[in-house]
């Protein structure tokens, strides 16, 4: 006798009951019965409340004309009146851009959406075509900052980067491959991401959230309506997205877009340390347990650190309350805070704990002194006693180098250490900006890399 389990028997009844309910007849006129809606979870309300502050922007750059060998030929140029190099052609790109200003018509985007733009042109989700003015650029954060003039705008409400936790949802809004505004979701999957571009100020928040070539620029908004971060990179082998985005935090982005509307350009901050990571080796080293922070390694002779007491050894755990994880995080806070502004530092020594007030100085690197010379896109200091001691001399150390910047292209490297410029000494970044201010054809750039002294030629 053939015989079923329990389950097996409420399978056939709960099928049988569906059954019923299918095959039950519709009433007059074939529609359903009346019943309460189901409820579905959406976040329309709130993307209706945001998606108008987002924008697609469309960008024209000048590109060098195709080269032709025969350009070079003086003779064929006389003949056919031919100019000496072919003429430069538009090229057209495109990207996306955050309201974050209503009533001044502010707008946020990426620094390399809008680079060496020639026109820039905002498209509101309405329709509205805009044409726009660049406020300010920084390379170093890749943050821009635009300016429209507009009625009726509506701009997106800026959230606390600093509250946001791993597992937070959030969506990705902007104008991927040119194809219109475009909602994606998922989760902060990371924060304090660095890493990315070493010569940059790099905070990220990292996202599964799908971001592809035209969502750079775009919002990262949280679930409650608020801007979390600027759209900027995606890790992928192929160029599509693979769940690995990047976003600039807000707040990172907010302390950008303030000096660009106060200066037009970001004046960075400098405390006249070097500074490494709290290993844990190091911590153990130093009896600190499992303590995160920064080590000072050394600390610049008239910087604003000696002035305020800071020693090598110190171990910054904090700035004004906020924990310091690493010497990222410490580069980040003295890189972004405007010259003459007052930080907290609570610093761990062997004989305790103590917090120090240092006044930030203007950072020499961020001069504009430097910004139309080979070396821009450079971030240099003066050597230290140390420094000077060990090489011989005094001079400009180079930190760091923005790829694709002037000074890249023009073969400098980090670490190394300019001592001269066409058989002049260079002892600072002041002589240095001075030596350059003659606007020379060529330089002669002596420096020490790795130990040797070489010849530089700079044109």
Known sequence: MFRTSPGLRRGFLSLAAALLVVAAPLPAGGQPLPGPPAARPTLAPVLDR?????????????????????YSDPYFRRFFDLPEAPPARQRMSAGSGVIVDAARGHVLTNHHVVANASEILVTLK??????????????????????????????????????????????????????????????????????????????????????????????????????AGINTAILSPAGGNIGIGFAVPSNMAVSVMQQLIAHGEVRRGRLGVGIQNLTPDLAEALGLGGQRGAVIANVEAGSPAEKAGLKVGDVVTSVDGRAVHGAADLRNRVGLSPAGSTM??????????????????????????????PFAGA???????????????????????????????????????????????????ADLSRRLSGRHATLAVELIRDGSRILLIVR
């Open 50 to 70: 945001v998606t108008p502050a987002v924008v697609n922007i469309a960008v024209a750059t000048e590109a060098p004309g195709r080269s032709n060998p025969l």
């Open 126 to 227: 309405d329709g509205r075509r805009l044409r726009a003015e660049l406020v300010g650029s920084d390379q170093a954060t890749d943050i821009a900052l635009l300016k429209v003039e507009a009625r009726n705008l509506v701009a997106l409400e800026i959230g606390d980067s600093d509250s946001l936790q791993v597992g937070d949802y959030v969506v990705a809004i902007g104008n991927p491959f040119g194809l219109g505004q475009t909602v994606t979701s998922g989760i902060i999957s990371a924060l304090g991401r660095s890493g990315i571009n070493n010569e940059g100020y790099e905070d990220f928040i990292q996202t599964d959230a799908s971001i592809n070539p035209g969502n750079s620029g775009g919002a990262l908004v949280t679930l409650d309506g608020k801007l």
């Open 344 to 373: 907290d530092l609570v610093v761990r020594r062997t004989d305790g704990e103590r917090t120090i007030r240092v006044t930030i100085a203007r950072d020499a690197d961020a001069s504009a002194t430097l910004a139309d010379t």
């Open 379 to 429: 971030r240099l200091r003066d050597a230290t006693r140390e420094e000077t001691r060990r090489h011989g001399e005094a001079g400009v150390v180079v930190e760091a180098i923005l790829p694709g910047s002037p000074a890249s292209r023009s073969g400098l490297r980090a670490g190394d250490v300019i001592v001269a410029v066409n058989r002049v000494a260079v002892e600072s970044v």
